[in-house]
């Protein structure tokens, strides 16, 4: 390969790297057009589930921490029926609410996933973040499946943990 053509295709390739920059936590669906506009069905069961997520980490001592990138997977892992989730909270180490992500109920298709990213940058959740989930489903159907995953790279160092959510009871 020629000395030229290998420069090129190094400071193409240097260039088209896209660094993010905004702080903000950022879904990764469109609510507006996942929202159910009609009322939901009365037959419909309700629930609540709760799912830790970590913006941050300790390391070495508590006044070391890492910044983590957050994804929060809500999935529907039934086959045939669409499932409604009717609020998504997240909440900082305090209890504090910091965002709900959507104000009307949003459905979820069969095997869908939707998912929520918290940026490495945004560490406003801290060491002891957390989501709440209000959600409905027809009867015999299976709750949706909440999943957190974290991750992080420094250096040649990686790090990435999940999480499980659990379904809170009346």
């Known amino acids: 390969m020629k000395p030229i053509l290998f420069f090129i295709l190094i400071l193409f390739s240097f260039f088209s790297c896209e660094t993010e920059k905004n702080n903000d936590s950022v879904p990764s669906n469109n609510w507006k057009n996942m929202q159910w506009n009609a009322k939901l ?5 309700t629930g609540s589930s709760y799912l830790s997520v970590y913006s941050q980490i300790y390391s070495v001592t508590e ?3 890492h910044d983590l990138t957050a994804t929060v997977s809500i999935r529907n892992i039934n086959t045939s029926d ?14 504090q609410l910091i965002k ?7 459905f979820v298709k069969p095997m ?15 060491t002891g973040a957390n989501f709440l989930f209000d959600w409905s489903i027809p009867k015999h159907v ?14 040649q160092q990686g790090l990435s943990f999940t999480t499980q959510g659990v ?4």
């Open 142 to 155: 299976n709750p949706p499946y909440f999943e957190g995953v974290m991750i992080t790279t420094y250096g």
């Open 82 to 95: 669409t499932i409604f989730i009717n609020k998504a909270d997240f909440y900082d180490t305090k209890g």
């Open 41 to 45: 069905s009365d037959s419909l069961l």
């Open 167 to 170: 379904t809170l009871k009346k």
């Open 63 to 65: 006044h070391k921490k």
């Open 112 to 126: 869908q996933t939707i998912e929520i990213v918290i940026n490495e940058t945004d560490s406003e959740g801290g």
């Open 100 to 106: 709900s992500y959507f104000v009307k109920p949003i």
